[in-house]
């Protein structure tokens, strides 16, 4: 059965919302949730959930309180002139323990690539693999590669290898990667477009459109990988880049198993059909929204498509605010 576009974005931004009239589902999501706090800091960070907060090796560096809120405070370091280079030791001695543990066997091996709190009033990263734990708000950048033809903009869309241990076999956006500790998102989708499609540096910095962002809340399941349940808070900044006819995509590294050019009817078929990355078909959708294909006149769910594609984010994207 084909799904409306209504349901594509849902599938992507599916935490509860708070509704006027009926709140219980939006109550009952949100009432086991554990708020995740930095020092000196009142605004929470994340959300865990209970079975990450009961399996997790919890060092003296951090506290737990159950009451009158369940939270998980990192604790500021006394006596320490770098308190704030220490706060993200912890964080990392906190994961090494957990894996020598095996607390989380989907957490897979340490890698050198940090992700940063966004909204955190100092500069602190966590490991990329662990941001779903503490349901941190999620970075990135995607980029949508279209061309025109005489038969219309047509896209080129990648299908991810079978064997990725995320969203297997699923379409994809044609670059798209994680925003670092450190990096602009522009950077980011200069430095995948090199490394994901072979997309020669001068070419992108020159042609490409920043479009905005996408923001969704996700609860992850198994299609994802790791743990279940994990809250996914996250925004993708979103641009476009046209290119020629002439230009063709084959897949630079074992990521990607084929490129497509495929027509909008193509791709809007495999949205409805579930083939697509939820992420990636919200990014398609907006895309889509923006140039016309998707309008109020024929589309009943508009306004509510559009919300659900700019969501507000349960935690602060802003230093401060």
């Not at 079975?51 to 369940?70: E, G």
């Not at 994990?230 to 230009?247: A, F, I, S």
Request: glycine share 8%; aromatic share 10%.
């Amino acid at each position: 059965m084909m799904r409306s576009d209504l349901e594509i974005v849902k599938e992507c931004d599916n935490f509860p919302y708070y509704e006027v009239g009926s709140a219980d589902a939006f109550a009952s999501a949100i009432e086991p949730l554990w708020l995740f706090y930095l020092p000196d800091d009142p605004e929470p960070h994340g959300f865990l959930i209970d079975s990450v907060v009961k399996r997790m090796p919890w060092t003296a560096k951090f506290r737990i309180d159950l009451s009158p809120r369940k939270e998980v405070h990192l604790l500021k370091p006394e006596g320490n002139d770098d308190w704030q280079a220490a706060c993200a030791d912890a964080i990392d001695e906190l994961l090494d323990l957990a894996r020598a543990e095996n607390a989380f066997p989907h957490l897979g091996k340490k890698r050198d690539e940090q992700f940063p709190i966004i909204g955190a009033n100092f500069d602190i990263g966590i490991e990329r693999s662990a941001m779903s734990l503490f349901g941190i708000v999620g970075r990135g950048a995607h980029m949508t590669v279209f061309t025109r033809t005489n038969e219309g903009i047509k896209f080129w869309v990648p299908r991810r290898n079978a064997n990725k241990s995320t969203w297997p076999n699923m379409l994809d956006q044609a670059v798209a990667g994680g925003v670092g500790r450190g990096e602009t998102p522009f950077e980011c989708i200069v430095r995948e477009a090199d490394e994901e499609a072979a997309l020669p540096n001068e070419l992108v910095r020159q042609n490409i459109v920043a479009a905005g962002t996408v923001t969704w809340f996700n609860i992850s399941d198994e299609k994802a990988g790791g743990e279940l349940g994990l809250m996914n808070p996250g925004v993708l900044y979103v641009y476009d880049l046209e290119v020629g006819e002439d230009m063709v995509f084959k897949p630079v590294d074992n990521d990607i198993q084929s490129f497509h050019l495929m027509s909008v009817d193509e791709v809007r078929h495999a949205m409805g059909s579930g083939e697509f990355k939820p992420s990636c078909a919200a990014v398609m959708i907006d895309f889509l929204i923006r140039h016309g294909f998707i309008t109020a006149d024929k589309e009943k769910d508009y306004v509510e498509i559009i919300s659900r594609l700019h969501r507000k984010l349960p935690f602060r994207t802003s230093p401060g605010y």
